[in-house]
């Protein structure tokens, strides 16, 4: 059972930083990308950030600049570095592996964790 446990949420003053870190667990033969999305109440969920496993970047334009994604393959891990946080960054952050296979003969897959909430105050 493949399972991806976030941590590092929390409350935070504007300007403020936080460090999200998602880890994968379970039966996994590799993950092709891996991702930070976010949903704010009433809204949709959105793509933050991603990173292949060659270490390719994409980052929401919103964020850019101030969100620094990165990761850790042979530790099935994706951090999220997040600097001069603003009240609109506010929102429920999920990790996401992308083409994940839990051994060579299977189909690549998504997952999602359950979130980590992160609240910016004003």
């Known amino acids: 059972q493949v399972q991806l446990v976030e941590s590092g949420g929390g409350l935070v003053q504007a300007g403020g930083s936080l460090r999200l870190s998602c880890v994968a667990s379970g039966r996994i033969f590799c993950i092709n990308a891996m991702g930070w999305y976010r949903q704010a109440p009433g809204k949709q969920r959105e793509l933050v950030a991603s990173i292949t496993s060659g270490g390719r970047t994409s980052t929401a334009d919103s964020v850019e600049g101030r969100f620094t994604i990165s990761r850790d393959n042979a530790m099935k891990a994706v951090y999220l570095q997040m600097n001069s946080l603003k009240p609109e960054d506010t929102a429920v952050y999920y990790c996401?592996?992308?083409?994940?296979?839990?051994?060579?003969?299977?189909?690549?897959?998504?997952?999602w964790g359950k979130g980590t909430l992160v609240t910016v105050s004003s």
């Open positions: 996401n592996a992308a083409g994940l296979r839990s051994t060579f003969r299977d189909v690549g897959m998504d997952y």
